[in-house]
């Protein structure tokens, strides 16, 4: 018997000192963390069947019922049966993902893709086009090589808790299939919410960078003003987010002249809710996307209180007390815990947000700047931007004098009131969560999520802290908007609107480097306006 302990001692001491050695042989030492995507909403949703949930079938399937109500109100402007058919048809679309009134949901959801394996494992990276999601994941796979690029995809309709558990056992098997101490997150719209929470949550031991790309992580104000009780549709907003959508792409270029008839829609939509508002809350808005607790992420911190009375006022306490915690636990201390990240040796922290779109015009914030999708306000970290079409004004004065100028060059946005004025990075025209590998935009978050300190917006003057996304090369580059010197020769002449003008008419003989320059409206294109704007320079008139 001692004979046989003395072997298995002999086992054990032997594993105890080669365990180590082999874990050694695993580690990396290429100096760059592995970089994980946590996306945002997009993601396709299953049932328990393996059905897609919001399947173009499904949809027609839970309008289809409600047209003989649909025409009856078209007939009769009976609002009760508009709100009827309008219940039906929402409920029969978001049921298989719909909560109670307690955080309970019985039907099971699912996302068929997850996997904690590099990206290039299950996707062919050696197609030009790899899909918009991973076209990031590609260019990181490019420059950092295998077992460097991760994405981390959920149940977006869930409980940010469980989310945020289930992130942080996926950061610790990407770490151990990687061979390294510490992931880079770059979090993408819904999944700064859920990057958020994990931080509160987690801490962020194991995370050397965090990225927000355009991300939600101080709430969406859209969503915010609906759950206050603010709908209303911005008839002329729509028209413009209509416009921008289609702006370029000849086929629905037919379109614009109907854009009237959405205003006309949006009129309606606008009596709709002063006649049967408090109804489309109660048995629509409410039970429906009230009780989603994945949605409460997307609730502005300075708007909880006032949202829990409108949209919680039958609620049961489990649903009640988890809205309280993400509020004390996560939204509460978002800007604490910004600073936090900023100010430790051991994280850094970047910020990334554009601006110049429309957003979806359903509140009356519909005029805010956005990427297209989320307020420029809340992906800034609460940076001052003015309204859609407007700038801050001839006479505005920088809100935080920090010595430094953080005006945007158009005199629409100031970061100086932003939550990490130096580590926040503003783009002109540049929509949101939208990645290429020949425009630039992949080589800047590249740029960051390989960082291995602490970036100011003055670490690069490549990347200067007010960028430019032209969207006829396309390309992003510095924004310096407005000399009217083309040519490059120190002064702006009539040889500068002469090529402007070329280039409108489509005879592109001004160097791409020069673009920018030539943007004297800064709309994010070249027209005659913008020759005419130098043409008056030239004269002196400016």
Known sequence: MKKILSIVMSVILIFTVLVPAFAAEKKCD???????????????????????????????????PVIPQLAQFLITMDTDVLVDALGTAVKAIFGPVSYDNNLNRESVVTVKNYTSDPVET????????????????????????????YLFIYDWTANPFDIAKDLNQFIKEVKEKSGHDKVALCAESMGGCMTNTYLALYGYEDVQTVVMANSAFNGLEML??????????????????????????????????????????????????????????????????????????????????????????????ELKAFVNEYYEKVASKTTDRVKEMVESEDINYFCVSNYNKFIAPVTKTSRWNSDGVIETYNTSGFATV???????????????????????????????????PMQTWMTKNWGHIAYRLDDGTCEFYLWLLTADEQYTVESNPQ??????????????????????????????????????????????????????????????????TDARIILKQVAGLL
């Not at 996307?289 to 949209?311: D, N």
């Not at 001839?394 to 946005?413: F, L, R, W």
């Not at 609107?497 to 160097?511: F, H, T």
Request: charged fraction near 15%; include cysteine.
């Open 386 to 420: 003015a309204d859609m079409g407007e700038t801050l004004g001839a006479d505005y004065i920088q809100a935080v004098n920090n010595g430094k100028n953080m005006i945007s060059p158009d005199n629409i946005v100031d970061v100086s009131t932003a939550q990490a």
């Open 224 to 317: 915010g003003q609906l759950f206050i009780g603010n709908p209303q549709i911005d008839g002329p907003a729509l028209g413009g987010l209509i416009a921008q959508s289609i702006y370029g792409n000849a086929e629905y270029a037919s379109l614009i002249p109907y854009i009237s008839i959405f205003r006309y829609l949006a009129n309606l939509a606008n009596r709709l809710f002063e006649v049967a508002g408090d109804r489309i809350y109660e048995e629509v808005l409410i039970p429906v996307f009230g009780y989603l607790p994945s949605f409460w992420c997307f609730i502005p911190e300075y708007h909880f209180e006032e949202a829990m009375a409108k949209m919680l006022p039958d609620a049961g306490p």
């Open 30 to 64: 290429c100096g760059n963390a592995p970089v994980v995507q946590v996306r945002g909403i997009g993601e396709t949703l299953y049932d328990g069947e393996g059905n897609p949930v919001f399947s173009a079938g499904n949809i027609i399937a839970g309008i289809l």
């Open 122 to 149: 299950y996707v062919d990276f050696t197609k030009e086009d790899v899909g918009s999601e991973y076209t990031l994941g590609k260019a990181v796979h490019q420059e950092l090589g295998d077992k460097h690029s």
């Open 463 to 528: 990347y200067p802290q007010f960028m430019y996304y032209n969207t006829e090369i396309p390309q992003l580059m510095p924004f310096t908007c407005g000399n009217g010197d083309v040519t490059g020769d120190g002064k702006a002449t009539a040889v500068d609107a002469g090529l402007i003008l070329k280039a409108v008419a489509g005879v592109y003989c001004v160097p791409e480097e020069n673009f920018i320059n030539a943007d004297m409206n800064c709309d994010g294109k070249l027209t005659a």
